[in-house]
């Protein structure tokens, strides 16, 4: 099975939005990594949970105002 991220992007209102996305998602166009702030591989026992769940066990990168 290929690795699996959890990734937190710039969404389009400028907040941090979680995503989960495949290894191959990564060798995609250049321009949509300007929007990852964070990713971090997910084990067997992490690709089960939700993305609530994930958030919380990895928080979006500090320093950003997420009520903006």
């Given at each position: 099975m290929d690795e699996?991220?959890?990734v937190?992007?710039?969404g389009?209102?400028?907040r941090?939005?979680?995503q989960i996305w495949a290894a191959d998602q990564f060798s995609g166009p250049a321009w949509?990594?300007?929007?990852?702030m964070a990713r971090h591989v997910l084990d067997a026992r992490a690709r089960g949970m939700g993305l609530d769940r994930l958030?919380?066990?990895f928080p979006a990168p500090p320093g950003l105002d997420e009520s903006a």
């Open positions: 699996c991220y959890f937190w992007i710039h389009l209102d400028g941090p939005k979680p949509k990594f300007r929007y990852v958030a919380k066990l």
